[in-house]
């Protein structure tokens, strides 16, 4: 890891407000896409080297005004996090488990040798942020606030090396249900010629270059009908480590397994809540490595039940069908099983305040 | 590979200038920093899926407008590349071989899901460019004004996807000579941690994510007195792959190797040149795997004679020590060697216009 040192790094910073006075006109809830459309403000922080972070405020949604020689163009001292704000049956706006978002990415940052953020105001930036633009929730079942948390090195200059200037802003983007026809299974292919990360690498980051990689790999396995890559390790190509930009698990011969965190994979925010409500239920779930060739032969045994990715856009994200060494596998009949959807059913329920939260997970706004 | 259909791909794009009416005040050619400087001017040309790259334009240079979701601070697509403008004796400007950036640079579009540039426009605008900002060429000896192609995905989406939307830019810095003190030999440290790339990966792009993963371990091995990391390979930690951000060439008992390029290894241009010319000295060079363990076990037994970095910015690095499983490896006593000084004359020679120029590298402006 590499640290920075940050001056003022654990002081919670005042935060500012400037309101947009020409507000937008807000998308119907029906016509949501992922991502396109942004709400009228956003959360901005500045790093410079002198003095540490500073300036936290909410302004207008606006550009930003780049040097062309900014370093995150040419290096690409990058990361973000993704997390939700869900408005509830009776008109509350809550956020799901924001402090691990949070805690993420500080762990990001330390990989991509980007100062640390002071946790306390990060979360402060992001409910102040979502509640000036609470009217932005939309309030149709399954959909829900995406909230960018994300860092940028702003430095102008052209040497590698660490940036001695940073961004560290929030946008909001209203976003529709992820499966307009309720929870649907989809097909994955394993990737045979791209890797996605190796341990050494940055695959445990949540930082921009893992995705940029990752596009040939997808567009290549779209042309064949399929929704995500299956990624096997960087070493060997034997060992499962996600899907698509998903964690993964499967239920074989009644026993939930997942890939550990091997270095190369992302700690998933909704792969750890996932595994807590199975060990609350009285399911263990097995974290070890799993090697491709393991759930082939459980497919063909009979033995492979379910099989699901897990991330914050989808939640759940069943699998019906798996393409391998030329060979389809299909899982479930091509149908959503009872754990896929009993996972699914209770995550969404605490996160829109349905079913009771006994972990503390949500966080009021 | 990753193609992207691109409208007008053959088509040499006109360029349109504004000149810049406010030029800057010049910095002294004795005090150029790499990378900080940059000259009035900038080149650019947009992508849009439905219209193709249009727009081709000299401006004055100045911030870009980017809004906050663009996809470039997300997903990181964005390539680059580095060659540089010198002036002969005789107060020429010239070029060293920008056709295989240009070439480089449309390979690495490919890997990364980018929109691939037509090569005459690209070669133009660097020419159009350099030439409107001419008198920035610096005049002392091995000074020159680096040069900067880059392409980022300007969309403002957050889906993980190709962008719809690109610019590519030029922009342009003059830089100092790169040894204070004329070439020196730098002490190196292999580094077992963090891995650059892997076969599979994007460690053949020229893509900023490469560059944000390498930062930790160039920290690291900085903090213990190392100018750079030599790095393996990411499968087996077992095989030299390059150094800092150059290729490596090592002599050892006579003969010249260097890694072969395996698919992780940046396919660099000076590396290219340095094996050309030792082909024409009648030196054959073994672009080959090569094993940290054999360049150790030729260095105890006093074979390994010589060692140097191969890159844009330094031309020839020579090595002069190198760290590796705890322990120290001294290479020709710390002194440039006598392989390494003729490359790097004779190279550096040839970009100045100070001796001939036998394979057509050199294009004027």
């Given at each position: 890891m590499c640290h920075i040192d940050t001056k003022e790094r654990f002081i919670l910073q005042q935060i500012s407000i400037t309101e947009n006075p020409n507000k937008k006109d807000k998308p119907n809830d029906n016509a949501l896409q992922f991502g396109k459309t942004f709400t009228d403000h956003m959360f901005i922080m500045d790093y410079d080297k002198e003095i540490g972070w500073h300036d936290a405020r909410v302004v207008p949604y606006q550009p930003l005004a780049m040097?062309?020689?900014?370093m995150v163009f040419h290096y690409g001292q990058t990361v973000f996090e993704g997390l939700k704000a869900y408005r509830t049956d009776r008109g509350d706006v809550q956020l799901f488990r924001p402090t691990e978002n949070i805690a993420r990415l500080n762990r990001s940052n330390a990989r991509m040798c980007i100062p640390e953020i002071d946790a306390d105001t990060a979360l402060k930036g992001i409910q102040t942020l979502v509640d000036i633009d609470r009217d932005w929730v939309p309030h149709l079942e399954g959909t829900s606030l995406y909230i960018r948390p994300f860092v940028i090195?702003?430095?102008?200059?052209?040497?590698?090396a660490p940036a001695s200037k940073y961004a560290f802003m929030v946008i909001l983007s209203p976003v529709g249900a992820y499966y307009d026809a309720g929870i649907n299974p989809v097909k994955i292919a394993v990737e045979n010629e791209y890797i996605r990360a190796v341990k050494g690498?940055?695959?445990e980051a949540k930082t921009a270059g893992n995705y940029a990689g990752s596009m040939a790999a997808q567009e290549k396995v779209a042309a064949l009908g399929y929704a995500q890559v299956l990624w096997l390790d960087g070493?060997?190509?034997k060992y499962i480590e996600e899907v698509g930009s998903m964690n993964i698990f499967f239920k074989i011969n009644g026993k939930v397994i997942t890939p550990h965190l091997?270095?190369?994979?992302l700690p998933g925010v909704t792969r750890k809540s996932v595994i807590q409500l199975l060990n609350d239920w009285g399911i263990a779930v097995e974290e070890r490595p799993i090697a491709l060739t393991e759930v082939l032969e459980a497919s063909r045994k009979g033995e492979l039940e379910e099989a699901f990715g897990a991330g914050t856009a989808a939640v759940i994200s069943p699998i019906g069908e798996l393409f391998a060494d030329g060979e389809s596998y299909i899982i479930n009949n091509h149908k959503t099983g009872d754990l896929s959807k009993r996972v699914y059913e209770t995550l969404t329920g605490i996160q829109y305040g349905r079913i009771e939260d006994p972990h503390q997970w949500i966080v009021r706004v």
């Amino acid at each position: 890891m590499c640290h920075i040192d940050t001056k003022e790094r654990f002081i919670l910073q005042q935060i500012s407000i400037t309101e947009n006075p020409n507000k937008k006109d807000k998308p119907n809830d029906n016509a949501l896409q992922f991502g396109k459309t942004f709400t009228d403000h956003m959360f901005i922080m500045d790093y410079d080297k002198e003095i540490g972070w500073h300036d936290a405020r909410v302004v207008p949604y606006q550009p930003l005004a780049m040097d062309p020689a900014s370093m995150v163009f040419h290096y690409g001292q990058t990361v973000f996090e993704g997390l939700k704000a869900y408005r509830t049956d009776r008109g509350d706006v809550q956020l799901f488990r924001p402090t691990e978002n949070i805690a993420r990415l500080n762990r990001s940052n330390a990989r991509m040798c980007i100062p640390e953020i002071d946790a306390d105001t990060a979360l402060k930036g992001i409910q102040t942020l979502v509640d000036i633009d609470r009217d932005w929730v939309p309030h149709l079942e399954g959909t829900s606030l995406y909230i960018r948390p994300f860092v940028i090195a702003t430095e102008a200059y052209l040497g590698v090396a660490p940036a001695s200037k940073y961004a560290f802003m929030v946008i909001l983007s209203p976003v529709g249900a992820y499966y307009d026809a309720g929870i649907n299974p989809v097909k994955i292919a394993v990737e045979n010629e791209y890797i996605r990360a190796v341990k050494g690498g940055t695959g445990e980051a949540k930082t921009a270059g893992n995705y940029a990689g990752s596009m040939a790999a997808q567009e290549k396995v779209a042309a064949l009908g399929y929704a995500q890559v299956l990624w096997l390790d960087g070493h060997e190509k034997k060992y499962i480590e996600e899907v698509g930009s998903m964690n993964i698990f499967f239920k074989i011969n009644g026993k939930v397994i997942t890939p550990h965190l091997s270095g190369s994979i992302l700690p998933g925010v909704t792969r750890k809540s996932v595994i807590q409500l199975l060990n609350d239920w009285g399911i263990a779930v097995e974290e070890r490595p799993i090697a491709l060739t393991e759930v082939l032969e459980a497919s063909r045994k009979g033995e492979l039940e379910e099989a699901f990715g897990a991330g914050t856009a989808a939640v759940i994200s069943p699998i019906g069908e798996l393409f391998a060494d030329g060979e389809s596998y299909i899982i479930n009949n091509h149908k959503t099983g009872d754990l896929s959807k009993r996972v699914y059913e209770t995550l969404t329920g605490i996160q829109y305040g349905r079913i009771e939260d006994p972990h503390q997970w949500i966080v009021r706004v």
